[in-house]
T-cell receptor, first 118, second 115 residues
Framework: EPEVTQTPSHQVTQMGQEVILRCVPISNHLYFYWYRQILGQKVEFLVSFYNNEISEKSEIFDDQFSVERPDGSNFTLKIRSTKLEDSAMYFC????????????????FGSGTQLSVL | AQKVTQAQTEISVVEKEDVTLDCVYETRDTTYYLFWYKQPPSGELVFLIRRNSFDEQNEISGRYSWNFQKSTSSFNFTITASQVVDSAVYFCALRVTSGTYKYIFGTGTRLKVLA
């Protein structure tokens, strides 16, 4: 089965530093997402991306966050100035664009990047 | 607004017992999708099942079964004859089809199956 790939699997950074988390979504997918999970808690939506622009973002996704699809395959999440509370597992996900009532709707997740801010 | 509630934070059972994980959802949309994902100790999120709002048939897959009831807005997940490998956090999720494409997750239920 096709996979969403995330790198790195672990990232340690100092508070105030910039980090870029990288993802390669499944090739024929059109919708891309970032979610995060703070140590064993709920899976929280950050942002969705379609047609080269943000389609929706949560309150968590403030000016310190940005996403980009720099080429035809990569999808990145940048945190400009990391804070201690940004420490979490970050999941990239992708899905096909499905029409209303489609039976193919499903979110494919990558294995996550564990971000630790010291 | 949409919401998913998993009231059971943690459940412990002894191996071979049956266990049901509850999921209650809220939405005004008439077309939506419901999902269950498993998160084993290794941390990845594994898709288990999708249900469309217009298909209320229950589903069985091996030891797993799902009961979807629109009348009570519930989508419960039962594991029959639980095994230690079933130990994980299970998330229920909702995706509506109007105005948003995000998936909304419940807070998860941690299942511990004891040998």
């Amino acid at each position: 089965e096709p996979e969403v790939t995330q790198t790195p699997s672990h990232q340690v950074t100092q508070m105030g530093q910039e980090v870029i988390l990288r993802c390669v979504p499944i090739s024929n997918h059109l919708y891309f997402y970032w979610y995060r999970q703070i140590l064993g808690q709920k899976v929280e939506f950050l942002v969705s991306f379609y047609n080269n622009e943000i389609s929706e973002k949560s309150e968590i996704f403030d000016d310190q966050f940005s996403v980009e699809r720099p080429d035809g395959s990569n999808f990145t999440l940048k945190i400009r100035s990391t804070k201690l509370e940004d420490s979490a597992m970050y999941f990239c996900a992708s899905s096909e664009f499905t029409y209303r009532g489609s039976t193919n709707e499903k979110l494919f997740f990558g294995s996550g990047t564990q971000l630790s801010v010291l | 607004a949409q919401k998913v509630t998993q009231a059971q934070t943690e459940i412990s059972v002894v191996e071979k017992e049956d266990v049901t994980l509850d999921c209650v959802y809220e939405t005004r949309d008439t077309t939506y999708y419901l999902f269950w994902y498993k998160q084993p100790p290794s941390g990845e999120l594994v898709f288990l099942i999708r249900r469309n709002s217009f298909d209320e048939q229950n589903e069985i897959s091996g030891r797993y079964s799902w009961n979807f009831q629109k009348s009570t807005s519930s989508f419960n997940f039962t594991i029959t004859a639980s095994q230690v490998v079933d130990s994980a956090v299970y998330f229920c999720a909702l995706r509506v089809t109007s105005g948003t494409y995000k998936y909304i997750f419940g807070t998860g239920t941690r299942l511990k199956v004891l040998a």
